[in-house]
């Protein structure tokens, strides 16, 4: 009895759709995450402390060099590709002033160069339920960063599995 009602549980956890709803809100100095989390209709909202706790050791980090901190951005980007399988919402506003107008002019168009084939791939893979909204405009008066991202998205435990499954198998299929 134990056994089955423990495979189950499992089974639930491999089909289940998980929700994750990330809301931030940055200006200047203050910053105010939220995050909910969701499984098969039920969700709830991340204590704050955990989330100090979890920006805390994120900035604890070291990424003293450019190598340190690509090989992070490749594992961030491989991670979103995992577990991002469908987008529900994506707003974003963003306003980048440096005090000077061609550096907050370039600031804001190496931002969309980063945004264009991120948002390219999830359409590509017809991984966004609807159009995302995103702004960004650059401050020419005075340094400032204001940023509003508030974005939902959902996966399945099981497909993410079988998708790292499948990498595996084909890493080892070439090596051979």
């Known amino acids: 009895m134990l056994l089955s009602l423990f495979l189950l549980f499992v089974v639930f956890l491999l089909t289940a759709a998980f929700r994750v709803e990330i809301e931030v809100a940055l200006d ?3 910053i105010q995450p939220k995050l909910r989390v969701g499984v098969a209709g039920v969700s709830f909202s991340v204590p704050k402390r955990l989330l100090t706790k979890m920006s805390s ?3 604890q980090r070291n990424l003293g060099n450019p190598e340190q901190l690509l090989r992070g951005m490749k594992l961030g980007l491989r991670l979103l590709d995992s577990f991002v399988q469908m987008v529900e919402l994506f707003h974003l506003k963003a306003i980048i002033g440096t005090g ?3 550096w907050s002019a370039l600031s804001c168009g190496g931002v969309w160069s980063l945004l264009g084939p991120f948002f390219a791939g999830l359409s590509a ?3 966004l339920e609807s159009v995302p909204e995103i702004s960004i405009q650059p401050d020419f008066d005075e340094v400032r960063l204001a940023l509003y991202l508030h974005c939902i998205f959902r996966f ?3 497909q993410i599995i079988i998708n790292e499954l499948k990498r595996m198998a ?3 299929q070439a090596r051979t």
């Open 125 to 127: 893979g017809n991984r």
């Open 57 to 59: 050791t994120i900035r």
């Open 100 to 102: 000077d107008p061609f």
């Open 156 to 158: 399945r435990l099981g």
């Open 170 to 172: 084909f890493a080892w």
């Open 28 to 30: 200047r100095d203050a």
